[in-house]
């Protein structure tokens, strides 16, 4: 394992975006995430302080991550996101961005744009009022498109729209998700389903394929892919309209893993270093930020983290075991 240098795993993949979870708390139920009671609540003090967290983060700035996505949870449920994110601005990242579901976007916007932030993911599973609540099993839709108004407003264009699609629940919504990203050129993305949700309810067959979703989009409007040099770590395959309005793109997680290019790790809000969203191989440096240990010491936990990375997930190999964490303790 290199002790200097970048952040390689034993493949040679430099690691170059981190993923930040600040909290496992969220004010919402989606049904492919939490349970309806929630996930319980784990004592706060085994939960990264924010100052904490901003130590981390700045290490692995020192060890060469370029981007940063607050997530959770929802991060904006976090007392104390404001002042992370201006804090990480300063430390010179390429990206600064966060995934929220929009609920407290909205009165929050203007503070985190002007905090540094510099993308937004804001997910949303459904069009319809009715159909959004009952996925989300609380929330509002029309507070969310206000939320994406908002972050629009405050200069976070293009505002990118996570949408994980579910057999039976909203894939009848793929060409109206298309024609909205059309209409206010927002970036759709379309997450595969994974077997991340906390009840443990995911089969298989609930997965719509990327693949579908794109024929399905591009039988009505023809869209073309963004050309890529096969290297990129980007997960989602983006697709242009050819008539130029606007974009989608594909999360392929279950059906087309691209873990070979992946180049990212993640950090939970109860300070673990995970280096796969499925894998349970987790160093925890929360203990290294409390004992007095120095920043090499914790730079030295990153680098094992990411050096024991898997070549890939596993997730269509018959003995793939489902990750203890859920999503919403990963944070996406
Ligand atoms: N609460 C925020 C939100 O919903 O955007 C951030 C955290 S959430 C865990 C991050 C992303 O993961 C969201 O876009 C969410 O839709 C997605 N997600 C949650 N559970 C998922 C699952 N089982 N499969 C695929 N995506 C999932
Ligand atoms: Fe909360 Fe996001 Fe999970 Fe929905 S997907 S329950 S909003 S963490």
């Known amino acids: 394992m290199p002790e200097t240098g970048p952040l390689l795993d034993r493949y040679g993949r430099e690691h170059r975006d981190l993923r930040v979870s600040v909290t496992d708390r969220c004010n919402l139920r989606c049904v492919y995430c939490m349970p309806e009671e929630g996930v319980p609540l784990r004592p706060r003090q085994e939960m990264l302080s924010i100052e904490e967290i901003a130590r981390i983060v700045r290490i692995a700035r020192e060890l060469g991550i370029r981007s940063v996505r607050f997530s959770g949870g929802e991060p904006l449920v976090r007392r104390g996101i ?79 729209v996570n949408v994980v699609v579910i057999a039976g629940v909203n894939d009848d919504e793929v060409l109206d ?92 809000a109860d300070g673990a270093i995970r280096n796969c969203l499925f894998s349970d191989e987790e160093v925890l440096v929360r203990d290294l930020v409390r004992d007095g240990s120095s920043d090499d010491a914790i730079a030295a936990a990153m680098r094992r983290a990411v050096w024991g990375k898997w070549p890939g997930h596993g997730i269509n190999d018959p003995g793939f075991l489902r990750p203890a964490r859920s999503m919403s303790m990963i944070g996406g």
């Open 82 to 160: 404001v002042e992370l994110v201006r804090h990480m601005a300063l430390l010179g990242f390429d990206d600064v961005a966060l995934t929220t579901n929009g609920t407290n976007l909205a009165p929050a916007v203007s503070a985190l744009a002007a905090a540094g932030l510099m993308r937004v993911n804001i997910s949303c599973d459904s069009l319809r009022p009715e159909r959004f609540r009952t996925i989300r099993r609380r929330g509002d839709l029309a507070v969310v498109l206000h939320a994406m108004d908002a972050a629009e407003a405050a200069g976070l264009s293009p505002v990118k």
């Open 177 to 268: 998700f298309a024609a909205f990203a059309r209409r206010y050129g927002r970036a759709v993305r379309f997450i595969e389903y994974m077997p991340l949700d906390a009840d443990r309810s995911w089969t298989r067959r609930q997965v719509v394929p990327s693949d579908d979703i794109v024929a399905r989009i591009h039988a009505v409007w023809p869209l073309e892919a963004e050309p890529t040099d096969g290297t990129e770590a980007a997960p989602a395959d983006r697709y242009r309209f050819r008539d130029g309005a606007g974009e989608v793109g594909v999360v392929a997680s279950v059906t087309r893993p691209f873990c070979g290019t992946c180049n990212r790790l993640r950090l939970t």
